[in-house]
């Protein structure tokens, strides 16, 4: 059992998140099926991979993650973490996800097509390596991003609101500071 303090059973809520990373998963990967001649995103392209902040319910996947691999591969980790800037991914290694599994939403989704609103006006915005030869995006192959973001802000608040009793916990973290946040999370 994961306890944050000896206080908080916060498995409950990684399920929650754990949850919608799988459909999450299940729509890019439906995707990828339907337009993979048009999608040149792969494991170890790192062209998304800077300037990435998460909410401490992802900060909280990712520590527990960190946490269940075998001692030195976390240390590396931990330490590329210490050492890295906002910009840079301290889960990269060789350009390529070394927490591919239990990356957050928003490296999940990067490259993709993921559609948004902004005062009212929709805008879709992807990766200009992916979908060259078409001049506009397929319904199908768009991502609602506003609404897996709705969906992880309410995750995100309900878990925080659990924790704040015990912690302060910011809006957003870096991958670096989401790792650093370790500290918090005991077992």
């Known amino acids: 059992m994961f306890k944050l303090q000896g206080t908080v059973d916060i498995n409950k809520s990684l399920m929650n998140y754990r949850s919608l990373l799988t459909r999450v ?7 990828q099926r339907r337009y993979s ?12 991979c800077r300037n990435l902040s998460v909410f401490p319910i992802e900060a909280l996947s990712l520590v527990k993650a960190i946490q269940d691999l075998p001692g030195e591969t976390g240390a590396k980790i931990r330490q590329r ?3 890295a ?4 991914c301290p889960l990269l290694e060789d350009r390529a996800c070394s927490m591919y599994a239990f990356r957050p939403v928003i490296c999940r989704t990067h490259g993709f097509p993921l ?6 006006q929709p805008s879709i915005g992807y990766c200009r390596k992916n979908f060259k030869d078409m001049s506009s995006i397929p319904e199908d192959a768009r991502i609602d991003l506003d609404n897996i973001n709705r969906t992880l802000r309410a995750m995100n608040a309900s ?4 924790l704040a009793h015990v912690l302060n916990l910011p809006g957003r973290l870096s991958i670096a500071g989401a790792i ?7 077992r």
């Open 25 to 31: 998963d299940r729509r890019l990967e439906s995707i």
């Open 37 to 48: 001649g048009h999608i040149v995103c792969h494991r170890g392209c790192d062209c998304g």
């Open 81 to 83: 973490a210490a050492a």
């Open 85 to 88: 800037s906002f910009w840079d």
């Open 115 to 120: 559609l948004t609103h902004y005062k009212g």
């Open 159 to 162: 878990f925080v609101s659990e």
């Open 180 to 186: 650093l946040t370790e500290a918090y999370f005991l």
